[in-house]
T-cell receptor, first 111, second 115 residues
Framework: QKEVEQNSGPLSVPEGAIASLNCTYS??????FFWYRQYSGKSPELIMS????GDKEDGRFTAQLNKASQYVSLLIRDSQPSDSATYLC???????????FGAGTILRVKS | DADVTQTPRNRITKTGKRIMLECSQT?????MYWYRQDPGLGLQLIYY???????NKGEISDGYSVSRQAQAKFSLSLESAIPNQTALYFC??????????????FGPGTRLLVL
């Protein structure tokens, strides 16, 4: 089992719809969860971080964390073509204070 | 100016050559990391350094070495490049003392092609 798993996609949504991206992790001791956006050939850019159970909203983005189910998600409301990118889920590995990344989900927003 | 810079941005080399990728940061962060990214595999940690005198191997350190010349500089070397080291390489930094909120910030990347 991979430490951090994401559906590779591509996830295709129409412009204006809600895009839902999911991530599961294996280490129950993890306490920090991050979503990075990566455009093709570019570097990962942090868009959301979440540390406690529940929802965290920032503009059109909402991160959701459920530690009991070891599940973290990212919702993008009113999706725009400019949201088309790969979304990387990253989870801290408590031993050694390092991040483990999922392989990423490709999101395509169709206009 | 960018907070984290990487040089070169693109590099083509031949099998067996030694090459160095450099990373510099002006964020004042103590911690620096080197990752490689292959299509469909996400980011894999090669080496990391929590301060100038602290160097640690990551998941895929074989064939690589690093040097932390100063707090702001962290270099990655491929001693004898091989084609399966063709990848996108990223440097990242983070600030110590942030607890669970410690966040990594990435440089622009170096695209390496080994022929």
């Amino acid at each position: 089992q991979k430490e951090v798993e994401q559906n590779s996609g591509p996830l295709s949504v129409p412009e204006g719809a809600i895009a839902s991206l999911n991530c599961t992790y294996s280490d129950r001791g993890s306490q920090s969860f991050f979503w990075y956006r990566q455009y093709s050939g570019k570097s990962p850019e942090l868009i959301m971080s979440i540390y406690s159970n529940g929802d965290k909203e920032d503009g059109r983005f909402t991160a959701q964390l459920n530690k009991a189910s070891q599940y973290v998600s990212l919702l993008i409301r009113d999706s725009q073509p400019s949201d088309s990118a790969t979304y990387l889920c990253a989870v801290n590995r408590p031993s050694g204070n390092k991040l483990v990344f999922g392989a990423g989900t490709i999101l395509r927003v169709k206009s | 100016d960018a907070d984290v810079t990487q040089t070169p941005r693109n590099r083509i080399t031949k099998t067996g050559k030694r090459i160095m990728l450099e990373c510099s940061q002006t964020k004042g962060h103590d911690r620096m990391y080197w990752y490689r990214q292959d299509p469909g595999l996400g980011l894999q940690l090669i080496y990391y350094s929590f301060d100038v005198k602290d160097i640690n191997k990551g998941e895929i350190s074989d064939g690589y070495s690093v040097s932390r010349q100063a707090q702001a500089k962290f270099s990655l070397s491929l001693e004898s490049a091989i084609p399966n080291q063709t990848a996108l390489y990223f440097c990242a930094t983070s600030e110590a003392g942030q607890g669970i909120q410690e966040t990594q910030y990435f440089g622009p990347g170096t695209r390496l092609l080994v022929l």
